[in-house]
């Protein structure tokens, strides 16, 4: 069983910053990536950012030099740290794990960029 909950998330004006955290509970490997997605409306989940065992990073080319993705391994805890954010990065921001055949995701949380 694997829970993830994320937290962080907020209104902010265009330029800020926000920082997500996401908790990871359960049968977590450090193998296994983690990372962060999001949802706009009427629009499919995207890829964010996901971060792999031995520090391998990949982030989605809108967020390329503003979004930095970190992982702690003891404390099973995966961040998301927002600069420079824009309208559109507004989106429900969701945790992920990937364990194999199997994906675990947290509830989601609402990030707005809006003045």
């Known amino acids: 069983q694997v829970q993830l909950v994320e937290s962080g998330g907020g209104l902010v004006q265009p330029g800020g910053s926000l920082r997500l955290s996401c908790a990871a509970s359960?049968?977590?490997?450090?193998?296994?990536?983690m990372g962060w997605y999001r949802q706009a409306p009427g629009k499919q989940r995207e890829l964010v950012a996901r971060?792999?065992?031995?520090?391998?990073?990949t982030y989605a080319d809108s967020v390329k030099g503003r979004f930095t993705i970190s992982r702690d391994y003891a404390k099973n805890l995966v961040s998301l740290q927002m600069n420079s954010l824009k309208p559109e990065d507004t989106a429900v921001y969701y945790c992920?794990?990937?364990?194999?055949?199997?994906?675990?995701w947290g509830q989601g949380t609402q990030v707005t960029v809006s003045s």
């Open positions: 992920y794990y990937g364990r194999g055949m199997v994906d675990y």
């Open positions: 359960g049968s977590i490997f450090d193998f296994y990536p």
């Open positions: 971060i792999r065992s031995g520090g391998s990073r």
